[in-house]
Nanobody, 122 residues
Framework: QVQLVESGGGSVQAGGSLRLSCAAS????????MSWFHQAPGEEREGVAR???????VYRDSVKGRFTISQDNAKNILYLQMDNLKPEDTGVYYC????????????????WGQGTQVTVSS
């Protein structure tokens, strides 16, 4: 069982930045896909950034140009740099990993972290 532990959430004003980290209990290189999902209050969980093993990255349109996903395979950590944050970015951010498929579909995720809260005030 792979354990994922997020950190780095907090409260910021609009326009500010945060960097989320996700520490994996296994080699991140061994995972086919690693992703960040966002769940706003009262909403369903949706993917915002994902990175496949070959290094290819995909972003949801709403975060393009503002969020950057990266991975340090030497430390087994996944990052999400979030810049120019907006109030609509508020919610819980989950780290996710998949063994076979890289997609936005939550059913394709094999492992979830516990989530970290991000609050952006206007």
């Amino acid at each position: 069982q792979v354990q994922l532990v997020e950190s780095g959430g907090g409260s910021v004003q609009a326009g500010g930045s945060l960097r989320l980290s996700c520490a994996a209990s296994t080699s991140t290189y061994s995972l086919f896909c690693m992703s960040w999902f966002h769940q706003a209050p009262g909403e369903e969980r949706e993917g915002v950034a994902r990175r496949s093993r070959d290094g290819a990255t995909v972003y949801r349109d709403s975060v393009k140009g503002r969020f950057t996903i990266s991975q340090d395979n030497a430390k087994n950590i996944l990052y999400l740099q979030m810049d120019n944050l907006k109030p609509e970015d508020t919610g819980v951010y989950y780290c996710a990993a998949a063994n076979k498929v890289c997609s936005w579909l939550t059913r394709t995720v094999d492992y979830w972290g516990q989530g970290t809260q991000v609050t952006v005030s206007s």
